[in-house]
């Protein structure tokens, strides 16, 4: 064909531009979908509470993936600091994932369990009070809004339509009882979403406050379950390699 | 701008691609620079390699593995597994010159008990060029970098004061186990005028007011069944390691804050408050097991120990 005729067809043009460039996207994408491989097998990886997940979603609307990765790389500088690398099984019920592409702050990727609650609800109020030398804003609000937790079962349900296993069946519910036990399933139920969330929050009682359920109660839960779900020592080293 | 409306001759040294558009809109056709081409045939070459070095393309529900290797041991024997990150990190963990260099340390110290360790000066550089790191990385976000704690909340590590024993042995302890700070809350068991009696006296425990008859009706609550604070605390009151509850005789405040300055009313009023309010579930050190090694928690044990109040 000749130049002349492409270049002066523009909707000639247009086809063959997204016949050329789709290639390389082609080639990078469509793998994805019939590579199962590359998603590690590991038991433990569950979708969030619905306490957690009100907290995942504070996350975001805070932005704090702006400044903190949820991304531990294969590296023995990485390993040490924060703990084994991040598997891509421990982000599959994550949507939007959180990996984040720059450390103003440290990796939270493995958080949940490392600091108390308390230090997180005086670390977000004030971050300075605890570590004079950061430079993270205040969230002062977090402790003085109430959670708004009426549209939870709304929010699961969007999950579920992108895959992430809340039950909203008894088929489904059976299945999670089998996979996470009794307990978790109902945690992961759709139809106890309200119940669960407030038994969650006054039994652990994440921001400190007896008989309130504020934002830091949500965001504490999240933050402390973070690369909590995989038990490392239950595998050896070389059985995460073979996925790559 | 006019002036570069003009249409330029084109010079004729210079080779056009023959087009012209709107009549007399002519396309310069310059050879690419050498060096530029040459950088390009090199990417197209290096690529070409890559895919035969490394993880490259996808082929059915796989992928190719490239023939590059990286030498781990497995099960005591070393084996040659295709590269990727995660083999290459386990080599560097298993073989790397820093892991090897650190290792041989590291077995000293997991052997060595801590009075080896503390009259050994080279573990003892080791312990604090490592125990720096670890330190920074998973204890100073509450204890501070130097150890200095915040008042209030976090104890300090640096001074004398230990609640539950400052010997490597029971930091040692500390960082396995994690602690559990508790006091109940006494705000519904005393009146206010008892709880001034109580703080009254406490204070004098360490000196910052007389003792005498004012302290009286406060010793009668703190040593009686009334308050009871002596089955925790001890009738001396220097506290019991074995609880964590705090010494109260050496002025030291690590919940209440108390600073020398304010006046005595000011640290009567603030011990009264905290005394009404206790110490309820939000004084929580965890457990380090399951995230460090027992050579770390070891290593973070002497280190702790070193920060100024060892004992």
């Known amino acids: 064909m000749r130049h002349e005729q492409i270049e002066t067809n523009s909707g000639l043009l247009i086809a063959l531009t997204l016949v050329v460039i789709s290639i390389g996207g082609l080639v990078e994408i469509v793998p994805l979908f019939y590579i199962e491989e590359t998603i590690e097998e590991v038991e433990g990886v569950r979708p969030y509470t619905p306490l957690e997940l009100l907290g995942k979603d504070i996350y975001q609307r805070e932005g704090c993936y702006l400044c903190h990765s949820q991304m531990i790389r294969p590296f023995r500088d990485e390993w040490l600091r924060y703990g084994h690398y991040s598997l891509a099984a421990e982000s599959r019920y994550d949507h939007p994932f959180q990996w984040g592409s720059k450390r103003t702050g440290p990796d939270l990727a493995r958080l949940g369990g490392k600091y108390s609650d308390a230090w997180h609800v005086q670390h977000l109020t004030a971050p300075r009070s605890v570590v004079p030398e950061s430079i993270m804003p205040n969230y002062p609000w977090l402790l003085e809004n109430d959670l708004d937790y009426s549209d939870v079962a709304d929010r699961m349900r969007a999950l579920r339509k992108v895959g992430v296993p809340y039950s909203a069946t008894d088929e489904g519910y059976r299945a999670n009882v089998e996979r996470h036990g009794p307990e978790l399933a109902d945690q992961l139920d759709i139809a106890q979403a309200e119940d669960s969330l407030l038994a969650q929050a006054k039994s652990a009682n994440f921001d400190g406050l007896a008989g309130r359920i504020t934002e830091m109660e949500a965001l504490v839960a999240y933050l402390q379950v973070l690369g909590t779900m995989v038990d490392f020592s239950q595998y050896d080293e070389g059985y995460f390699a073979e996925f790559r | ?311």
């Not at chain 2, 040294?13 to 045939?41: C, I, K, M």
């Not at chain 2, 360790?117 to 790191?133: H, K, Q, T, W, Y």
């Open chain 2, 1 to 311: 701008m006019s002036d570069q409306n003009k249409v330029k001759p084109t010079a004729p040294a210079v080779q056009t691609t023959g087009h012209a558009w709107d009549g007399d809109l002519q396309e310069y056709n310059n050879p690419l620079p050498r060096w530029w081409l040459w950088s390009f045939y090199g990417t197209v070459v290096f690529a070409v390699l890559y895919w035969f070095m490394f993880p490259a393309w996808p082929v059915g529900d796989g992928w190719t593995r490239g023939v590059t290797t990286a030498s781990v041991i497995e099960q005591g024997q070393t084996v040659d597994r295709p590269w990727n990150t995660r083999y290459q990190l386990i080599a560097e963990m298993q073989t790397g010159d820093a892991a090897l260099r650190q290792r041989a340390y590291a077995e000293q110290i997991s052997s060595a008990s801590f009075q080896e360790i503390l009259d050994n000066p080279e573990m003892m550089a080791f312990a604090r060029s490592v125990g720096r790191g670890l330190f920074g990385d998973n204890c100073a976000a509450c204890h501070g970098s130097g150890g200095q704690g915040v008042v209030g909340l976090f104890p300090n590590l640096a001074d004398d004061a230990w609640l539950w024993g400052g010997t490597p042995e029971r930091i040692h302890e500390t960082l396995i186990q994690g602690r559990n700070g508790y006091m109940p809350a006494f705000g519904g068991v005393l009146n206010p005028s008892q709880l001034t009696d109580v703080s009254e006296y406490v204070l004098s425990l360490s000196g910052l007011t007389q003792p005498g008859e004012a302290v009286e009706p406060g010793r009668e609550i703190f040593q009686g069944p009334i308050g009871g604070c002596y089955t925790c605390h001890t009738p001396e009151g220097t506290g019991l390691q074995s609880l964590g509850s705090a010494n109260l005789t050496d002025a030291i405040w690590t919940l209440v804050d108390l600073p020398a300055e304010a006046s005595t009313e000011a640290k009567r009023d603030a011990l009264s408050a905290f005394i009404a309010k206790g110490v309820q579930g939000n004084r929580v050190m965890p457990g380090w097991s399951d995230r460090l090694s027992p050579t770390d928690l070891k290593l973070l044990a002497v280190y702790t120990h070193q920060l100024g109040g060892g004992q």
